[in-house]
């Protein structure tokens, strides 16, 4: 089933608040290796002008990924994920993620295209916290390869 060009600009409804917590933070520090003691101590991320420990920058992709999936599955937009590769990921942030924070993530469609038989998916997701104000922007292309 070809993409539906059409959903393109979409928006999906904001995830559930999604709690940060200090051992989830420590957890995915040590599974990628993030040794900065701001990811580990609250004292040390004090003293950098933080009110506790802080994300490591790619911590959200544990909510991106929980947000993307209703997307990727999405049967209307007609995206073959047995054949997708991850192409780019990007992350602008306005603050540091850190605990206690509730975070909501919106994704959006930003752009769809076919070149050559394979399908690019751009997405979009917008990282708020739980009063509205903005975390974080992460730009996510995928790639469905063309049959072949």
Known sequence: MPLNHALAGRAYPPTAPYEVEREKIREFALAVGETHPAHHDPEAA??????????????????????????VYDPELGLDYDRVVHRDQ??????????????????????????????????????????GA???????????????
């Open 134 to 148: 903005p975390v974080a922007t992460v730009f996510m292309s995928l790639v469905a390869r063309a049959a072949g």
């Open 90 to 131: 990007r992350f602008a942030f306005r603050r540091a993620v850190r605990v206690g924070d509730r975070l909501r993530a919106t994704v959006h469609i930003d752009a769809l295209r076919s070149p050559a038989g394979s399908d690019v998916v751009e997405l979009r997701t917008e990282i708020e916290d739980d009063d």
């Open 46 to 71: 004090r003293a950098l002008g933080h009110p506790d420990v802080i994300a490591p920058p790619t911590f959200l992709c544990v909510l991106v990924q929980q947000a993307t999936d209703p997307v």
